[in-house]
């Protein structure tokens, strides 16, 4: 399973994109924000998730990707719709990271918008939710430019790496049939 957008492919981890990913998500910039990532992140921590992204893959609908750049193919970050929760719900969660080199290109938002679209097209999920760090603002601003809410907070079952014990929650619905 494949997504292209126009300036990205959203695809299954590779077993060659080990080194990419240590480095990338192995910067503490990235790690501070996303409170599921260990952090240092190994070598072995990235074989591991690696298998685990290629199994989903291997399932037929998939809800874990790699970001990578659509004109050299290589790894720039990572988007699914499995994330945690942060509270426990059942809902389906957005969850990405973008290696900081790519900061301030657009990529999160376009690799979260075409998650978004898959998981209401081709998943037929209903809902889908996201919360974020309360000090990551840019974080914050492309889930409102995906199209996402803020609809309150939530009590988060593990604190951030900054000790929040409460976050933003956003959500989106499903679009309606046109009319």
Known sequence: MVIETPRL?????RDADLADLVALVGDWEIARWVGTIPHPYTEADGREWIARVQENHATGRPRRFAIALKKTDRLIGGVGLDGTTGDGSEEPALGYWLGQPYWGNGYA????AAVIDYGFRTLGLDTIRAYTDPGNAASQKVLLHCGLQNVGEIELLKPT??????APLFRISRPGPSA
């Open 9 to 13: 492919r959203i695809r299954s981890y």
């Open 161 to 166: 790496h900054h000790g929040e014990r409460r």
């Open 109 to 112: 938002r376009e690799a979260a």
